[in-house]
């Protein structure tokens, strides 16, 4: 099932794009900012620039290896091994906190009396299926879901425009601006510094440079949705931004045209479901991929099935409310995160220039 | 293996999701609410619940459109939930269109009913939500002379109120936005009862973090309408000064607000602005008019009664200390830096800032008569 996917750089965008809009379409990011929200993500994305083009130079350091291959490169077999696993570990929290969200979003939402492991059993069990069919029909379904999620933003956006007030911007400049980065710190390991998984699943989908463009344009689409839905969160919502739990459902809520066209929230939380169903997908696959390597299996197929049965478990256990969840997205995770996101890339990166720095020169001695 | 699978997907589609479903006839849909304190200090809650049997095209005959349902409990929710040891169903509030709170509850406090309106995820946050003079009860009971269910009229009464504009209109969603701006005093609408069949729906009320403090008066209320820019439509009723004629404009176009300002010399100030576009409605005099602008304190007298609502509100913010107008949101919006100075001081300072009122009235026509008798 591996090699080269015909995965086209388009889809590569889709992908991206999907993945960030992932579990943060349901949270407000940088909610703790309240009105300012939005700067908090635009910091968020200028730190993640710096990410990307780390990850870009390590993309084309060493064209065709994964992450998993380029730690093992980088610190030798046995150190190389525990580095992975570590990943693997970090993958799985990921993974089963996507998943813990989303049940919680449903159960406290949609399906209040649903007991939430019947959800979590079945969200995970989807997402298992997609991943036993490979990277393509995942890559397929984002394509085709990322339109549906940019232009319902964008839609429901000019609907609210009777509930729109503009001074609910004012002041433009916080007064705490030690906030203001804090927050775009926790934005930049949730949702962009993520994107990190996607560095142990590039290398099947085609050269540096092609991928790479997907990935840049990806988190620029991303970021864009996320910019419009915190803007019209804040100009709908005001200050109650950083009280309500889903604030983007909150706001779509208030839909009513001419008591016509009301309760669109639907469509929202149908949003919410593909997004974040890409999401955990995505992460799956990269989990059952980064076990497969470093193991040395011929495939991952088998893999799959009881990693779900972890899954539910984990994500089943972690968290009992959701509030509780979204204090461990802002006080713990981000220290969690960059650990993974940009220290081990950083030292994978000098160990590999090392290595090669000495590799070039051993010749001529 | 194939077939199987196949098989397994087929029934599942058997095997969709409705095991909890509520179908209609299950349902109590509640079309309003009221919420009084009862005697014995708990909370009493009468529910105006649409009778699915008597409407609809083949309905029975001699069956009323809806019944009320009263239950009481400790809290709100407990309140809602024992309506059940009388109701046959459970109730649905997602229909529910008007919240109506009685004086006395309002007084005690009405935190419970705002968190619940907001936490729960049934009722809709922008159900329109009023306090009444006198019982919540007697007010879902008012038989009006128009339409099925009285909820629904009451609704209607409230939006229509724009074209009067001398009530606000309030959601729960709005108050929060209010609460959590740090604006202490939200203007509810109030209802009254005037008769067996009569409902008025005029003036304010005013909260003050969860407790009702006092009502505002119609003038008060046109003042802060104007202020927070919620008139659109409506009269201006003004008397020309010396020759004592009564002039009634219809509002057309009508943006106004407020906003504070730093004078050259520092000083803190409030300007007032209205622009408003209007057209002659009535004139009491048999002159013919050629251009309204041109007659001596017409245009004066207008701007004047704008300003006397304006100024009505502006007291009684300043006042006793009822920030309802969001004057100190809105130097925290506009000017952050003089907020943090005033900060500590503000409630001595609200009262001593001058506002300036500039008021601009266009009249672009005068109807359909040149002149009068």
Redesign the interface.
Known sequence: MEGKYPVSSRQVLALIAMFILGTSLLFSLGQELGRHSWLGIITGFIAFLFLFWLYYFLLKLEPGKSLFGLNEQAFGRGLGTVINLWYLIYFFVLLSVVVGNFVDFINSVILIQTPEILLTIFLTLTAAYAVKKGLESIARLSEIMVFCVFTTAIVVTLLLFDKIDTTNFWPLWPQNWALVLRSGFSILTFPFGETVIFLSIFYQLGGPQKVSKGFFWGSVVGVFVLLVIALRNIAVLGEFVKFSTYPAYDSVRLINIARFITRAEVVISLNYMFAGYVKATTVYYSLCLGLKEIFRLKTYQHLVLPIAALVILNAHLSFSTNVQNVFFAFEVYPFFAIIFQLILILATLIMLLIKKQLGRRRPTI | MKKFNLLLMATLLLAT?CY?RREINHLEIVAGIGFDLSNDNQIEVSFQILNAGALGKNASGGLEPYWILQSKGKTTFDAIRKATYTSPNKLFFSHNQVIIISEDLAKQGIRGIMDLWLRD?EP???TKMTICEGKAIDILKTKLPHGLIPAYEIVNMIEASIVAAYAPIITP?DH??LT???IPCTVFGKIVKTSETELEYKGGALVKDDKLVDYLTETETRGYLWLKCKIKDGLIIAKTKDSNIVITLEIIRAKSGFKPVLTKNGQLTFRARADITGRLGEFEDSKSIVDPTAWPGFIEALQETVKEEMRAAIAKATYNNLDFLGLNDSV???L?KTF?QLASSWEEIMPLIPFTFEINIQIIGVGMVKKSF
């Open positions: 999701s909890d995820e809709r946050e922008d969603i929060r936005r959590a701006a740090n925290r919006k506009y952050p943090k």
